[in-house]
């Protein structure tokens, strides 16, 4: 089955600690992205790649880090700079067709620091 | 910029029909359409791509008015399971969805 994963499905941290969340794709998708949710908000661009060894900040870098050695793979670093990084991270990926790019995305990761 | 969606929320009972709508300041080339349940990841519903054109899933279409610059969301005869959040989402050049804030819909039996 073609998909998305993302792991762990919880993590729980200490506050000064930097995690990394996993994402991978099966999809042979170019693009990818990382999305930070708070309760009751929608969805922020944390980065996104749209080729492997490239990517690009999106509206919340500030305190994430992102890498893209292979195509199929998109891990996300929550820094201890990141001021608030207790949400619901949720990775996506779609092909790179204007317009058209529907973006699915993983089961996400819920991350609790304290 | 982020497009303004609204109502915010909205309640029905089971059998009833509702419309979301997705409105943008910047001019639109597609939109599309998720859902979200609680805890869960957002579920792709479609995408229009053009002005003028609708779609339908079921009983859930949504038409793209570009000359307004606003997306609609129709929900006819509402099922239990069309409970959760609606969000828009407009594409911009590089690939990137500009997500709206969402709408909640609760349906009551």
């Known amino acids: 089955d073609g998909g998305i994963t993302q792991s762990p499905k919880y993590l729980f941290r200490k506050e000064g600690q930097n995690v990394t969340l996993s994402c991978e794709q099966n999809?042979?998708?170019?693009?990818m992205y990382w999305y930070r949710q708070d309760p009751g908000q929608g969805l922020r661009l944390i980065y996104y790649?749209?080729?492997?060894?490239?990517?690009q900040k999106g509206d919340i870098a500030e305190g994430y880090s992102v890498s893209r050695e292979k195509k199929e793979s998109f891990p996300l670093t929550v820094t201890s700079a990141q001021k608030n990084p207790t949400a619901f991270y949720l990775c996506?990926?779609?092909?790179?067709?204007?317009?058209?790019?529907?973006?699915?995305f993983g089961p996400g990761t819920r991350l609790t620091v304290t | 910029q982020q497009p303004v969606q609204s109502p915010q929320a909205v309640i029905l009972r089971e059998g009833e029909d509702a419309v979301i709508n997705c409105s943008s300041s910047?001019?639109?080339?597609?939109v599309h359409w998720y859902r979200q349940k609680h805890g869960e990841a957002p579920v792709f519903l479609m995408i229009?791509?053009?002005g003028g054109e609708q779609k339908g899933h079921e009983k859930i279409s949504a038409s793209f008015n570009e000359k307004k610059q606003q997306s609609s969301l129709y929900l006819t005869a509402s099922q239990l399971s069309y409970s959760g959040t609606y969000f828009c989402?407009?594409?911009?050049?590089?690939?990137?969805?500009?997500w709206g804030a969402g709408t909640k819909l609760i349906i009551k039996p």
């Open positions: 996506a990926s779609s092909q790179l067709r204007q317009g058209a790019s529907k973006q699915y």
């Open positions: 999809l042979n998708h170019d693009a």
């Open positions: 790649s749209q080729i492997v060894n490239d990517f």
């Open positions: 910047k001019a639109l080339y597609s």
């Open positions: 229009l791509l053009k």
């Open positions: 989402g407009l594409m911009d050049s590089n690939y990137q969805l500009i």
